[in-house]
């Protein structure tokens, strides 16, 4: 497979904004003049259920669909989610995971358990590891609904689109009202040490 | 007409050998894969040195283009998707090739897959795939009912009543889940009916409820309903109708009064669909009034006649706000029975030692207070002020 493409995977669960952040990362991608393919999971993706979007750029690029073992970076907006997909990771490759915590139906029909050490389980499956409370963040930028932003601006330390592209997305897909909370919130991320 | 249809046939195979989507890509030439479709966009990742025929309009096959590319490589491999349609064809014009021996008919294609195929061909074998390392113990996280959906009201009812469920593709398949799992049966668009009226037919002892959507009822259940009514069925059938086409993405359907291109247009009565296809008991119920669905549930289950029930309440996702004033339970009253639970509700946690209600999550359906056996569930007080 050709080394010149950057793959990224999101996770989370649906509702939380993954399609807008698998938007962004698209279109930041598109702007630096890269070859872009996407492929996410629609219809569930509102209703409470694991949800996966994938992005590949590059010169070229065929496939849409990331090959496990291959993501520079694998972003989680909801942190168990980051276990879950963990194999998408390349050996090299960056989990950035949110400390939010959302409790499956499962878990309160009283059928499963929730894990209790996720901290530890994040870092004994990640070398490479951002933990970060992108919740509490984009409630400071002003709207918990940012997170999936917050998390954008971490995971852009670990590729190499410049910072004008990244606007250039948020603001062409995230409009209106919408470009400035989540630019804040992009930066919030992205200053997060 | 046969000749003519024929002749078309010829000519437009003649013309797929010249038409620009199918393409010759040369480049090495000890192999040449022969591909279409999504198939080519992973042959390209994992063969990039290969030579290339990539077919755009398949049918009818173009036999000079596909001989002339054969001709020219060495070994020739077929890539495709499901059926090995392609492959079985290339071989009937005499061209030596190998397809399905590595490339597997089941399931879909994707780099990893085509990989191992690869590394079949070439004698090698890869190392297995690992699975994430604490994947067994993770929650599993279906997808669920969204909080507030009207079609819980239906699917909690029917949990009450023993009975077959049939059902098919939209948001209330996931009426499937734990821990309502009240549907039997999905199968194709419109199958929730036609299933129903089967199951009866065939001589099964339980009363039998269809279940469809209604968009997929304007879209294929009419018939379905109308057999039921010629035929003399007993099936109950309730139309969720939540005013949309929710699991696709909230499109407009022929109930909406509104186009695809949003003009005003007709909107179709499913009520007045089933009087005419001959059902005599129609109903309409308000799926959050819970007492009332379960008694309407109730008497059309008992009618000897076939029964249409329409669930009428809007998708309070697409409406974009929340069905009523938000509930909270009372810690002191909640005897802990996890009746609530029940309702497979996203807004109810049930992690803790007593239930919660999520207030930002809670949709105030009020579905779990009228279930409430203690009446440990009510609007919160600054709501009610």
């Known amino acids: ?193 | 007409m046969r000749k003519n249809v024929e002749q078309r046939l010829y000519d437009l195979a003649e013309d797929a050998c010249k038409n620009k989507t199918n393409k010759i890509e040369w480049a090495d030439k000890s192999l040449g894969i022969i591909t279409s479709s999504i198939a080519y966009q992973y042959v390209r990742e994992v063969w990039p040195e290969a030579s290339v025929l990539k077919l755009g309009f398949a049918y009818p096959f173009p036999d000079k283009l596909i001989k002339e590319f054969a001709t020219e490589v060495e070994k020739v491999l077929v890539v495709e998707e499901l059926d090995n349609f392609l492959e079985e064809h290339i071989r009937s014009i005499g061209i030596k090739c190998v397809g399905r021996e590595f490339v597997p008919g089941i399931g879909e294609l994707s780099i990893p897959v085509l990989e191992k195929s690869r590394a079949a061909m070439e004698g090698r074998t890869l190392s297995a795939e690992k699975t994430p390392k604490y994947a067994n113990e993770l929650p599993a996280r279906p997808p669920v009912l969204c909080p507030g959906c009207p079609h819980r009201g239906i699917f909690y009812a029917l949990s009450k009543q023993d009975v077959i469920v049939t059902g098919d593709i939209g948001c209330y398949s996931l009426g499937t889940f734990k821990p309502l799992n009240r549907l039997d049966i999905i199968l194709c668009m419109g199958g929730g009916i036609s299933m129903a009226h089967g199951l009866d037919k065939a001589g099964e002892k339980k009363k039998v409820v269809g279940i469809v959507g209604d968009s997929t009822f304007f879209h294929s259940g009419i018939t379905g309903l109308l057999d039921i009514a010629y035929n003399k069925g007993k099936s109950t059938i309730i139309v969720v109708d939540n005013r949309t086409t929710a699991m696709t993405g909230h499109q407009e359907n022929p109930g909406t009064g509104l186009t695809l291109m949003g003009e005003e247009t007709i909107s179709a009565s499913i009520e007045e669909i089933g009087k005419a296809c001959g059902i005599k008991r129609v109903k309409t119920v308000f799926p959050y009034d819970m007492k009332n669905t379960q008694k309407v549930i109730n008497e059309e289950l008992e009618a000897d006649e076939p029964s249409l029930i329409v669930s009428r309440a809007p998708c309070p996702l697409r409406e974009r706000k929340k069905v009523g004033a938000i509930r909270k339970i009372d810690k002191t009253i909640c005897k802990n029975c996890k009746m609530c639970l029940n309702l497979g509700c996203p807004a109810i946690d049930g992690a803790g030692e007593k239930p919660e209600i999520n207030e930002l999550l809670c949709s105030g359906c009020g579905l779990c207070e009228q279930i409430c056996p203690f009446g440990a569930i009510s609007t919160t007080k600054e709501e009610q002020l």
């Open chain 1, 1 to 193: 497979m050709s080394e010149q493409i950057t793959s990224i995977v999101l996770a989370g669960v649906g509702g939380q904004g993954i399609l807008l952040a698998s938007e962004i990362s698209a279109r930041a991608a598109m702007f630096a003049g890269f070859d872009v393919e996407t492929n996410e999971v629609h219809g569930m993706a509102q209703r409470g259920g694991s949800v996966l979007a994938q992005i590949r750029y590059g010169k070229k690029v065929y496939s849409p669909i990331v090959a496990k073992g291959t993501a520079r970076v694998l972003v989680a907006l909801e942190q168990i989610e980051a276990l879950r997909f963990a194999d998408y990771l390349a050996d090299d490759g960056v989990a950035v995971a949110s400390s939010q915590a959302i409790i499956p139906v499962t878990v309160s029909s009283g059928a499963a358990k929730y894990p209790q050490n996720v901290k530890q389980m994040l870092e004994d499956v990640f070398k490479k590891l951002v933990f970060i409370d992108a919740a509490k963040i984009a409630i400071d930028c002003g709207n918990i609904r940012a997170a999936n932003t917050v998390l954008l601006g971490a995971m852009s330390n670990h590729l190499d689109l410049p910072m004008d592209c990244w606007y250039k997305a948020i603001q062409t897909a995230a409009k209106g009202k919408y470009t400035e909370l989540n630019k804040k919130a992009f930066d919030a991320g992205r200053n997060y040490r």
